[in-house]
Nanobody, 121 residues
Framework: QVQLVESGGGLMQAGGSLRLSCVAS????????MGWYRQAPGKQRELVAT???????NYADSVKGRFTISRDNAKNTVYLQMNSLKPEDAAVYYC???????????????WGQGTQVTVSS
């Protein structure tokens, strides 16, 4: 199984920056896409950004130009640099990975426990 552990959340003023990190560990043969989702109180979980093993990225329109996703394949780590934070960015941010634990296994989706991001206005 694959475990994902996020770090880097916290409280920041509007206009500030935070950097989230997520490390994948466990029995890992390969990791395909990694990414970040978020869920605010009373709202559905939504995609923030994803990145493939080859580095192709996809962003929600609401974060384009402000957030940057990156990954270090050698460290099984994905990052989310969040700049120009807005109060509406406040949410629990969840790390995501689509991974295989062996060469003959199917890929599965894995989620971290979430890290809280709070943005004060």
């Amino acid at each position: 199984q694959v475990q994902l552990v996020e770090s880097g959340g916290g409280l920041m003023q509007a206009g500030g920056s935070l950097r989230l990190s997520c490390v994948a560990s466990g029995i890992i043969f390969s990791i395909n896409a990694m990414g970040w989702y978020r869920q605010a109180p009373g709202k559905q979980r939504e995609l923030v950004a994803t990145i493939t093993s080859g580095g192709n990225t996809n962003y929600a329109d609401s974060v384009k130009g402000r957030f940057t996703i990156s990954r270090d394949n050698a460290k099984n780590t994905v990052y989310l640099q969040m700049n120009s934070l807005k109060p509406e960015d406040a949410a629990v941010y969840y790390c995501y990975a689509n991974a295989r634990y062996s060469s003959i296994s199917y890929s599965n989706d894995y989620w971290g426990q979430g890290t809280q991001v709070t943005v004060s206005s």
